[in-house]
């Protein structure tokens, strides 16, 4: 069965699309830790990041690379943290925060709760500053 991350990438569930190539696929999290709280996954699935093929962990990080300036770029920050945890999606992914201190990283914090079109101009904002 699909992870929930393949069918984000089919198209059967929608998300808040930020940018995409033949490899990889970048979308904002649901339940951010502040604006602009992206993730960045491969197209195959796999469960851990280090399972996938030399080009493919390059291509994924030089992807993130891009949309980490994208991110910088739309919600200016003293840097864009990277995060690769994810126990729960069985799916490869790296989470891209953009953090003006180290606790702004905590998985603990509280999550923002965005409307459908705070969303929506976040991935407009990131997409448009991706180089």
């Keep these: ?15 808040y699309k930020v940018a995409e190539d033949n490899l990889c696929f970048a979308f904002l999290d649901i339940n951010p830790l502040v604006k602009g709280h992206t993730l960045v996954i491969p197209k195959r699935e796999v469960d851990d990041i280090f399972d996938l093929s030399n ?6 990080h030089l992807f993130a690379k891009k949309v980490a300036r ?39 914090n509280p999550k923002l709760k965005l409307s459908p079109e705070e969303f929506t101009a976040i991935a407009a904002a990131i997409r448009d500053n991706i180089g």
Excluded: N
Excluded at 1 to 15: D, H, K, N, Q, V
Excluded at 81 to 94: C, D, K, M, T, Y
């Design 1 to 15: 069965m699909a992870t929930l991350f393949s069918r984000i990438i089919a198209g059967e569930i929608p998300c």
């Design 55 to 60: 080009e493919e962990f390059s291509a994924l």
């Design 70 to 108: 994208g991110i910088q770029q739309a919600f200016p920050c003293k840097k864009v943290g990277e995060a690769v945890i994810g126990l729960e999606v069985p799916h490869a992914h790296i989470h891209l925060i953009p953090i003006q201190r180290e606790s702004d990283m905590l998985f603990s």
